[in-house]
């Protein structure tokens, strides 16, 4: 029985958007909700072409309404919001132009930096005048290789508001990453830093410039950054190419463009998917979409008001760097911090929380995990008073996680899991103020959003395992993938599965309660004997061992069935002797099942894992099976992936 942590006071119910909104759809459709989110996610559903345009009206969108809201078709990705509706997103990015703050940045040297709304809108401004005077014109690619600065964000904005489609990779990626996405999609002008910091270290760049611009034809037009506080990095240059610096921004003169109009299905971004199985996918959004569900889940779902601090831990590579930024619409500030997240302090994060008065802090279950393996005490000796809600995201965060939260954390805060992707580049199923949160599970679906888990027949179940679908279309479903011919890979990715149903490729239960319990990725779940089995069953026990640091567990293809492998990398100090092994499995015997006791356990030094650091459970057991890894360059460090070549124990 899952243990109930948190309820929002009647207080706290009373006052937040989620009933502004009950009363505002109640008094316009006649309808009586009662405080009742099940009843409020119902109706959504029924009534997708309201409930949509009453997030449009409720959140003041800016842009101009046309007659139809959905425009229907047999096909689930046909089915269009909207169609008529026309609106520009950065200038709903652009909600204020004041002297208050719109944008906070610290690296983690400590060098700190402001934008007013006002600078933010002058900024943005300039960079309208850059691009037009440059050619970039509407439907053009602009591609970031940028740090999670101020800049990158005005960029964005003054893409957008041309109606060019904007591609950002973080600087992490290595040169071959960044040309197997961007070759994909023929930008005509990139926007590079020099450097960015890393845990102390500083990594030039700019140095990999001359290798990107020549394997990338369709770029010619370079605008160098310097990373913030510091002078910029001599570079090799390519005559082929005309160069551009901040300071030949900053001397723009101001001119007040009006902000053209587009279609609300209008190319937005480029996002790209993690790559561990293939090419990466080019996944186009939609601008109308993804404001939308932006707007509802900020507001609605995250209680996201204005002159609200937000600071989510991301890079610019991640889905969470759009949805933090689109913060900007619903009036809030939003706060970058670029580094490492424990630079010289553990709790670093949260003593930023508390300096910048957050009201909301994202960050990874992984994050929250090595802060329960640290036995961080952060609620008596940080103030947190400002903390509304944190929000959790990137793998399922465990029971002990969430217990962690409120131990040690802070007991009086909404702790939202939340889980969805950059297929959306938004959320499936995430949190409310209505309902309690319960140890170990997601609050519910989003508004609007008719999410079911469904058996291998397709048939909905409650509280049996299965597969997270999505049987009615919404407004942020992709426009496309960029270069897909007759949406054959598209229809492949989504709805291969189940015909005409979005299906999500999450291994997840849904309670009787609405809530979800999500299992790991499908492609990554374990069949002993047959039997589907979820990997973060067995990660939330061994994570509870202060021996180990961390974990993965893959499926190996043994004498015509799976056996699991748990690889396990040890904290200092510690080894893997037989007495540790039994205490693992016995403690994975009990708490989930005989089933899931692994066979073998084998110490590594590393796990591959993505640029995002999520874990790669497919590029493991591929390669302990022999099989090739197609596209290595997706992994943060792929050299680690022979360790697990040939490894002795699993030949016998």
């Given at each position: 029985?899952?243990?109930?942590l948190?309820?929002a006071?009647?207080n706290r119910?009373?006052n937040?958007?989620?009933n502004n909104?009950?009363?505002?759809?109640?008094k316009k459709?006649?309808q009586?909700?009662n405080?009742?989110?099940?009843?409020?996610?119902n109706?959504?559903?029924?009534?997708p072409s309201k409930?949509?345009?009453s997030?449009?009206d409720?959140?003041?969108?800016?842009?101009?309404k046309?007659?139809i809201k959905?425009?229907?078709?047999?096909t689930?990705y046909k089915?269009?919001?909207?169609?008529?509706?026309?609106?520009?997103f950065?200038q709903?990015?652009l909600?204020?132009?004041?002297?208050s703050?719109a944008?906070?940045?610290?690296?983690e040297?400590?060098?700190k930096e402001k934008?007013?709304?006002k600078e933010?809108?002058?900024n943005?401004?300039?960079i309208?005048?850059f691009?037009k005077s440059?050619k970039i014109?509407s439907?053009?690619r602009v591609a970031?290789y940028?740090?999670n600065?101020?800049?990158?964000v005005?960029?964005?904005?003054?893409?957008a508001?041309i109606?060019?489609?904007?591609?950002s990779?973080?600087p992490?990626f290595?040169?071959k990453?960044?040309?197997?996405?961007?070759?994909q999609?023929?930008?005509?002008?990139l926007i590079?830093?020099?450097?960015?910091?890393?845990?102390?270290?500083?990594?030039?760049?700019?140095?990999r410039?001359?290798?990107i611009?020549n394997?990338i034809?369709?770029?010619?037009?370079?605008?160098v950054?310097?990373?913030?506080?510091?002078?910029l990095?001599?570079f090799?240059?390519n005559?082929?190419i005309?160069?551009?610096?901040?300071k030949?921004?900053?001397?723009?003169?101001?001119?007040?463009?009006?902000?053209?109009?587009f279609?609300?299905n209008?190319?937005l971004?480029i996002?790209?998917?993690?790559g561990t199985?293939?090419?990466?996918?080019c996944i186009?959004h939609?601008?109308?979409?993804?404001?939308?569900?932006?707007?509802?889940e900020?507001?609605?779902?995250?209680?996201?008001k204005?002159?609200?601090?937000?600071?989510?831990?991301?890079?610019?590579?991640?889905?969470?760097?759009?949805?933090?930024v689109?913060?900007?619409?619903?009036?809030a500030?939003?706060?970058l911090?670029?580094?490492?997240?424990m630079?010289?302090?553990?709790?670093l994060?949260?003593?930023?929380?508390s300096r910048?008065?957050i009201?909301?802090l994202?960050?990874?279950?992984?994050?929250?995990?090595s802060?329960?393996?640290?036995n961080?005490?952060?609620k008596?000796?940080i103030?947190l008073k400002?903390?509304k809600v944190?929000?959790?995201t990137?793998s399922?965060?465990?029971?002990?996680?969430?217990?962690?939260?409120?131990?040690n954390v802070?007991k009086?805060v909404?702790?939202a899991?939340i889980?969805?992707g950059t297929?959306?580049v938004?959320?499936?199923?995430?949190?409310n103020?209505?309902?309690?949160v319960?140890?170990?599970?997601i609050?519910g679906?989003g508004?609007?959003?008719?999410?079911?888990?469904?058996?291998?027949?397709?048939?909905?179940?409650?509280?049996?395992?299965g597969?997270l679908?999505c049987?009615?279309?919404f407004p942020s479903?992709?426009?496309?993938?960029?270069?897909d011919?007759?949406n054959t890979?598209?229809?492949?990715?989504?709805?291969k599965?189940?015909k005409?149903?979005?299906h999500?490729?999450?291994?997840?239960?849904?309670t009787?309660r609405g809530?979800?319990?999500?299992?790991?990725?499908?492609d990554?779940t374990?069949?002993?004997?047959?039997?589907?089995?979820?990997?973060?069953?067995i990660?939330?026990?061994?994570?509870?061992?202060?021996?180990?640091?961390?974990?993965i567990?893959v499926g190996?293809s043994?004498?015509?069935?799976?056996r699991?492998?748990?690889?396990?990398?040890?904290?200092?100090k510690?080894?893997l002797?037989e007495?540790?092994?039994?205490?693992?499995?016995k403690q994975?015997r009990?708490n989930?099942?005989p089933r899931?006791?692994?066979s073998?356990?084998?110490?590594?030094?590393?796990?591959?894992?993505?640029k995002n650091?999520k874990?790669?459970?497919?590029?493991v057991k591929?390669?302990?099976e022999?099989n090739?890894?197609?596209?290595?360059e997706?992994?943060?460090?792929?050299k680690?992936?022979d360790?697990?070549?040939n490894?002795?124990?699993?030949?016998?």
């Amino acid at each position: 029985m899952a243990k109930k942590l948190w309820a929002a006071s009647n207080n706290r119910k009373i006052n937040s958007n989620l009933n502004n909104y009950e009363k505002y759809i109640s008094k316009k459709f006649n309808q009586k909700f009662n405080k009742n989110y099940n009843k409020i996610l119902n109706w959504s559903i029924k009534n997708p072409s309201k409930f949509w345009e009453s997030i449009w009206d409720y959140s003041r969108v800016k842009g101009i309404k046309g007659k139809i809201k959905l425009k229907k078709s047999k096909t689930f990705y046909k089915n269009h919001f909207f169609s008529d509706y026309k609106l520009n997103f950065a200038q709903n990015l652009l909600s204020k132009n004041d002297n208050s703050k719109a944008i906070t940045f610290v690296s983690e040297n400590g060098y700190k930096e402001k934008r007013s709304w006002k600078e933010l809108n002058i900024n943005s401004n300039k960079i309208i005048t850059f691009l037009k005077s440059n050619k970039i014109k509407s439907g053009d690619r602009v591609a970031a290789y940028l740090p999670n600065i101020i800049e990158t964000v005005e960029y964005f904005i003054g893409t957008a508001a041309i109606g060019a489609i904007w591609s950002s990779c973080s600087p992490d990626f290595g040169v071959k990453g960044v040309i197997e996405r961007f070759t994909q999609i023929n930008p005509k002008i990139l926007i590079i830093t020099d450097r960015y910091y890393y845990n102390g270290k500083e990594i030039n760049v700019i140095e990999r410039l001359p290798e990107i611009v020549n394997k990338i034809k369709s770029i010619k037009r370079v605008v160098v950054l310097s990373y913030p506080g510091k002078n910029l990095t001599k570079f090799k240059k390519n005559k082929s190419i005309k160069y551009f610096y901040s300071k030949d921004i900053k001397n723009i003169k101001k001119i007040n463009h009006t902000f053209k109009k587009f279609s609300f299905n209008h190319p937005l971004a480029i996002l790209y998917s993690s790559g561990t199985t293939g090419k990466p996918k080019c996944i186009c959004h939609r601008s109308g979409g993804v404001l939308l569900q932006h707007l509802k889940e900020h507001q609605l779902h995250c209680e996201i008001k204005p002159g609200n601090n937000i600071f989510y831990f991301t890079t610019c590579g991640w889905m969470m760097w759009n949805w933090l930024v689109s913060s900007l619409a619903s009036k809030a500030s939003i706060f970058l911090f670029d580094g490492f997240p424990m630079y010289k302090k553990n709790d670093l994060l949260f003593r930023l929380a508390s300096r910048e008065k957050i009201n909301l802090l994202g960050v990874s279950a992984k994050y929250i995990d090595s802060l329960k393996k640290l036995n961080l005490k952060i609620k008596n000796k940080i103030n947190l008073k400002n903390l509304k809600v944190i929000c959790s995201t990137g793998s399922p965060l465990s029971k002990d996680g969430f217990e962690y939260v409120y131990n040690n954390v802070k007991k009086n805060v909404h702790l939202a899991s939340i889980s969805g992707g950059t297929d959306i580049v938004s959320c499936f199923v995430l949190g409310n103020v209505y309902q309690p949160v319960y140890s170990g599970e997601i609050q519910g679906n989003g508004l609007g959003l008719d999410v079911k888990v469904f058996s291998e027949k397709g048939k909905s179940k409650i509280n049996k395992k299965g597969e997270l679908v999505c049987v009615s279309p919404f407004p942020s479903v992709p426009l496309k993938f960029w270069k897909d011919k007759n949406n054959t890979k598209f229809e492949k990715a989504y709805f291969k599965r189940f015909k005409n149903i979005w299906h999500h490729g999450d291994y997840a239960l849904k309670t009787k309660r609405g809530g979800y319990i999500i299992y790991g990725r499908s492609d990554a779940t374990l069949n002993p004997s047959g039997v589907r089995l979820g990997t973060a069953e067995i990660y939330s026990e061994v994570e509870k061992f202060r021996e180990i640091r961390e974990s993965i567990v893959v499926g190996q293809s043994w004498d015509n069935d799976i056996r699991i492998i748990l690889f396990v990398i040890l904290n200092d100090k510690y080894e893997l002797n037989e007495d540790l092994k039994l205490k693992m499995k016995k403690q994975i015997r009990f708490n989930a099942s005989p089933r899931h006791v692994p066979s073998k356990i084998i110490q590594v030094s590393d796990i591959p894992r993505t640029k995002n650091n999520k874990i790669v459970e497919l590029a493991v057991k591929n390669i302990i099976e022999g099989n090739q890894i197609k596209n290595k360059e997706a992994l943060a460090n792929p050299k680690i992936l022979d360790e697990f070549k040939n490894i002795k124990e699993l030949k016998y």
